[in-house]
């Protein structure tokens, strides 16, 4: 594909440090970050089939509508790994902590609101672990949320939150001192198609040396139509997260996306494990968007993906993780082996 996407991309995002005075991004960051979104619109919109990259959604309405579908009925994924760093909180703080009491940096990549990274922290700090924590976001609301709530509830913490896209944020890790560990929770991997997937661990692993630690969250292979009601919920609140791109795009890009003339589609293929959202056209339209300066065409019925989220066979993670020069030191799951939060190390 000519996009690394449909859901991520590897472009940069410029990041600012969320500890400066700076809570909302300056005029220059927002035009960068506008004009950023105007080119992956139009490569997205250009290619065929259509394709937008999830990592758009978290604007501070996304942002606050995944926290909703995180207490969905039908969002299991939180909730059994909430299980698994509850009941495994010791062992992976353990896990994660050099023998040699070298100091611990913590990365966290796409950390959302750290809801469950909160269960580990805590219980590395009630182990005098000497560490700093390092979520990065793309999502500026998401991370200023994160960084106001710890100091609240975590004031001894040392906190470096960023917000920055992943790859730009692996950028600085090789020349941290002491141990490096990477958390990559909630099946984010998942947002990679394969290949692009594959790269991203091996760029990551690159830039680890033999004694750092890597704990990823993978949603495992199940029942294809429990996986599909978490992507599709009851209440429409999936389906307000999706369509809220295009609200974004209205916004940002002066779009005209007629929303009632758009909907949420969402479908599951227990053959490649691909969980998969999309936008459908209702109807033949045209959408002008203003900042591009040209309208698109979009037949009736017209899809545009949006989202992957791949489900996972332990082997497959085993596979994954060889190809990139990792081994699987524990696979931490759930009774129903819905979920598996794996350590990962590099291979000797
Ligand atoms: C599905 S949520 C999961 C959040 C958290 N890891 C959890 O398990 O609850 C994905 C998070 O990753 C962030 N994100 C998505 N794509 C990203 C990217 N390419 N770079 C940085 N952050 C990204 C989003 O803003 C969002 O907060």
């Known amino acids: 594909m000519a996009l690394s996407l449909p859901d991520q991309t590897t472009t940069s995002q410029p990041a600012f440090p969320s500890e400066s005075n700076e809570s909302e991004p300056n005029n220059e960051q927002r035009k960068t970050n506008n004009e950023e979104l105007a080119a992956h619109v139009l490569a997205g919109l250009t290619r065929q089939p259509r394709a937008l990259s999830s990592m758009y959604f978290y604007d501070a309405v996304g942002s ?63 182990a005098g672990t000497d560490f700093t924590y390092a979520p990065v976001d793309i999502s500026p609301t998401a991370v200023e949320g994160l960084a106001e709530s710890l100091r609240t509830e975590l004031p001894t913490l040392r906190v470096q939150p960023l917000v920055a896209e992943y790859t730009a944020a692996l950028a600085g890790l090789r020349g941290q001192p002491g141990r490096k560990a990477v958390l990559f929770l909630g099946s984010n991997i998942g947002n990679f198609p394969p290949e692009a997937r594959q790269q991203f661990l091996a760029a990551l692993a690159a830039q680890l040396g033999p004694d750092d630690r890597l704990l990823f969250g993978f949603d495992l292979r199940k029942d294809p139509r429990q996986i599909r009601a978490a992507y599709d919920d009851a209440q429409g ?90 081994r699987v030191l524990t696979a931490f799951q759930d009774e129903q082996q819905w979920f598996a939060d794996v350590m990962l190390a590099p291979v000797p």
């Open 64 to 126: 606050e509508l995944f926290q909703q579908i995180m207490a969905l009925p039908e969002y299991y994924p939180t909730r059994t790994e909430f299980g698994l760093l509850t009941r495994h909180r010791a062992a992976m703080a353990a896990a994660l902590t050099s023998a040699d009491g070298q100091p611990l940096h913590l990365l966290e990549l796409g950390a959302g609101d750290g809801l469950k990274t909160k269960i580990l922290l805590r219980e590395l700090l009630a």
């Open 237 to 326: 609140v999936t389906a307000a997260f999706n369509l809220n791109l295009l609200t974004r795009l209205n916004r940002e890009l002066q779009a005209d996306f007629d929303l009632a003339a758009w909907e949420h589609f969402a479908d599951y293929d227990p053959l490649t494990g691909a969980m998969r959202s999309f936008l459908v056209s209702r109807r033949a339209q045209q959408v002008r968007i203003g900042a591009l300066g040209r309208s698109f065409d979009f037949a009736a019925w017209e899809a545009i993906h949006t989202e992957n989220s791949y489900k996972f066979t332990l082997p497959q993670i085993e596979q994954l993780a060889a190809a990139a020069g990792l």
